[in-house]
């Protein structure tokens, strides 16, 4: 046997009703959003990539400009000593790392750049395309029969038998 919903306020219903307009709409923004971040990213991967190919030219020349220095120190002097070589080597090695950095950077983005569109496939458009089904179809499906029980609910509620006592405010 059916027992009905049980409804003891139509403003409770009518709150509902009004929180579940407020998640929808909030859902939908939110899967906007994440949408324009995700186009953001690979935008930015993007600009990451030029960054470091700058980057490596930079540090070439820096390696370059190294080697010269440590090539000119590396002659006799005028009393045919060798001159101490310990800064422009350290610099070499230092342009060096700061190059190899650069290119592992490069490296790490293009895998990025690749891997990022397969990444969004598994972990979000799936999801995200469940939520929005329900956003844009179940929930407006939900809110429609919704409003027509309490349109059905107020008709009752105005249909009082003659004999019945009037509703106490606060009581449908």
Not at 55 to 81: C, H, I, M, T
Request: no cysteine.
């Amino acid at each position: 046997m059916n027992d009905g919903a049980g409804v003891q306020s139509l403003d409770a219903l009518q709150d509902w009703q009004a929180a579940l307009t407020i998640f929808r709409t909030e859902g939908l923004d939110a899967l906007a959003s994440v949408t324009s971040e995700l186009n953001r990213l690979e935008g930015w991967l993007s600009e990451k990539l030029q960054f470091w190919h700058h980057k490596v030219r930079d540090y070439e020349e820096e390696v370059a400009q190294a080697k010269n220095e440590l090539r000119n120190r590396s002659f006799p002097d005028w009393s045919g000593r060798m001159p101490d070589t310990t800064v422009q080597e350290d610099n070499l090695r230092d342009a060096e790392r700061r190059l190899d950095f650069a290119r592992d950077q490069i490296q790490v983005v293009r895998r990025w750049i690749h891997r990022l569109p397969a990444e969004i496939t598994e972990i979000y458009e799936g999801a995200g395309r469940h939520l929005s089904n329900f956003l844009d179809g179940e929930v407006p499906r939900g809110l429609a029969m919704l409003s027509r029980a309490m349109d059905a609910i107020e008709k009752y509620l105005q249909v009082l038998p003659e004999s019945a006592p009037p509703p106490r405010k606060g009581t449908p």
